[in-house]
């Protein structure tokens, strides 16, 4: 996988536990020497095209992390149709029907959510960063889009409330990039605490879906268009929203981290 020679996924999220993974039911039992899994993923990202899947289940001391060959008897991947986002995504459900693997395929140093949880940090301080990026795409088509276009004799841009547009956008979108240097000079000062990832994963994407959203409104009917990039990234933006934890999930983190109250249940 470091090598790019195999394509991985990362199965955690299940059809009936997506916020909740401690109440996951896939289940990995003992069978002799070996690990019998059974159970079902959804939603999860190259399901159908990796050759390894990393499967987190249920075991009689705890959660634990599975090595997943793809060729193993008894699993699959079948991929999520019709979707309207992500659409460049190949997205799965995994399927495990008493696949038996070896002992030495369970991840040996973690048992319980702190092994995937963790996993769960990196991949949102990614989206920290992503969403600025497809904001940045959006702010300036509408930029290019606003100096060029005319109506009543004069560029768009030229008029106060696209100004306006243009400047709250551009506050966003350079607060948000600032925002994600800061946690990336804690993260490599080795300070980066969870909290402070759903700071960052929360505020950015919510920020890039509002500037994408009035971008739009700069390009008119232009902005659903795929000839420019605007509608693309916002409609992707919103399953990001929603994946690596939702709205609601990163505001009862941060809703803890303040009050020191446990909200979730």
């Given at each position: 996988?470091?090598a ?18 401690a ?56 991929d ?21 693997l ?18 769960l ?43 306006a547009?243009?400047a709250?956008?551009?506050l ?21 605490r ?40 916002a ?11 939702t ?19």
């Amino acid at each position: 996988m470091a090598a790019g020679d195999v394509i991985g996924c990362f199965g955690l999220t299940e059809p009936d536990h997506g916020s909740d993974p401690a109440s996951m039911r896939t289940y990995a039992k003992r069978d002799g020497g070996d690990w019998v899994l059974n159970g079902r993923k959804m939603w999860i990202t190259n399901g159908s095209v990796a050759g390894v899947a990393v499967v987190w289940a249920q075991t009689d001391v705890g959660i634990r992390g599975f090595v997943v060959p793809t060729d193993t008897s008894g699993f699959s991947a079948p991929d999520i149709k019709h979707k309207l986002s992500l659409r460049a995504s190949v997205t799965s459900e995994l399927v495990l029907d008493d696949v038996r693997l070896p002992a030495d395929a369970a991840l040996p140093e973690v048992v319980g959510l702190k092994g995937p949880l963790s996993c769960l940090s990196h991949a949102r301080f990614g989206i920290v960063w992503g969403a600025m990026g497809a904001a940045r795409s959006c702010f300036e088509a509408a930029l290019t889009y606003a100096k060029s276009r005319e109506q009543f004799g004069r560029p768009i841009g030229g008029f106060q409330l696209t100004q306006a547009k243009l400047a709250d956008m551009a506050l966003e979108l350079h607060k948000g990039i600032l925002l994600a240097h800061h946690l990336g000079r804690r993260m490599d000062a080795g300070r980066l605490r969870p909290e402070q990832v759903s700071f960052g994963k929360l505020n950015n994407v919510r920020e890039a879906i509002a500037i994408c959203r009035t971008a739009r409104t700069i390009l008119g009917a232009n902005g659903i268009s795929l000839e420019y990039p605007v509608m693309r990234h916002a409609t992707n933006l919103e399953s990001v929203l929603t994946y690596e934890g939702t709205v609601e999930m990163h505001q009862l983190v941060l809703g803890k981290a303040l009050t020191g109250l446990d909200a979730f249940r």
